[in-house]
């Protein structure tokens, strides 16, 4: 089953507003990811928040980790219609023996409207 | 640096046709894995690698093979294509401070769409 779930599906806004995407996941996980993909294109890596951390910035993205809710949130302020793109999130876990596991969601289209 | 390179961008190929999907990377990074992408399905992991002569299955290995004889080479070999791969293809690789797969940044190549008939 999938490991991780973006909400929404499909996001629209106009240029300027914030955007908000939403990560679910199952099992306790090592670290969640976050990735922007341009359509045809291939995914760029936006952060990385590992289980202890509860919040990352880079520029106008802010991430936030709750392992208690087992949920992530993006978010994207005074957005560009460059940012509109499929975000995804993956999540990493350790299931022991040195293994670990990698899930990708399914993603949110976000469209910015100029 | 040139990065995460993947060729072809785009093959054809019928029915039980075998092929080889090319991934170099010029950063040194010890790990490089395989997804594909599907309409509406995200990425699924196919095959990853933590270093030269060590590979390990991902989620949905059946139909596919690898090795890694080199760091900077990651090749995916299909050896029976099937109408059911018919997706894009993307390699990526990253490094690790603190040891394991996907522990810091993933740089990902451009990718391959290819197409069963």
């Known amino acids: 089953s999938q490991q991780g779930e973006e909400d929404p599906q499909a996001l629209s806004i106009q240029e300027g507003e914030n955007a908000t995407m939403n990560c679910s996941y199952k099992?306790?996980?090592?670290?969640l990811q976050w990735y922007r993909q341009n359509s045809g294109r291939g995914l760029v890596h936006l952060i990385l928040i590992r289980s202890n951390e509860r919040e990352k910035h880079s520029g106008r993205l802010r991430v936030t980790l709750d392992t208690s809710k087992k949920s992530s949130s993006l978010l994207i302020t005074a957005s560009r219609a460059a940012d509109t793109a499929s975000y995804f999130c993956?999540?990493?876990?350790?299931?022991?023996?040195?293994?670990?596991?990698?899930?990708f969601g399914k993603g949110t289209k976000l469209s910015v409207i100029p | 640096n040139a990065g995460v390179t993947q060729t072809p961008k785009f093959q054809v190929l019928k029915t039980g046709q075998s092929m080889t999907l090319q991934c170099a990377q010029d950063m040194n990074h010890e790990y490089m894995s395989w997804y594909r992408q599907d309409p509406g399905m995200g990425l699924r992991l196919i095959h990853y690698?933590?270093?030269?002569?060590?590979?390990d299955q991902g989620e949905v290995p059946n139909g596919y093979n690898v090795s890694r004889s080199t760091t900077e080479d990651f090749p995916l070999r299909l050896l029976s294509a099937a109408p059911s791969q018919t997706s894009v293809y993307f390699c990526?690789?990253?490094?690790?401070?603190?040891?394991?797969?996907?522990?810091?940044?993933?740089?990902f190549g451009p990718g391959t769409r290819l197409l069963v008939l």
């Open positions: 993956a999540t990493v876990l350790y299931s022991g023996a040195g293994s670990y596991q990698l899930t």
């Open positions: 990526a690789s990253s490094y690790s401070l603190a040891g394991g797969p996907w522990q810091e940044t993933q740089y």
């Open positions: 099992t306790s996980i090592n670290n």
């Open positions: 690698s933590v270093g030269a002569g060590i590979t």
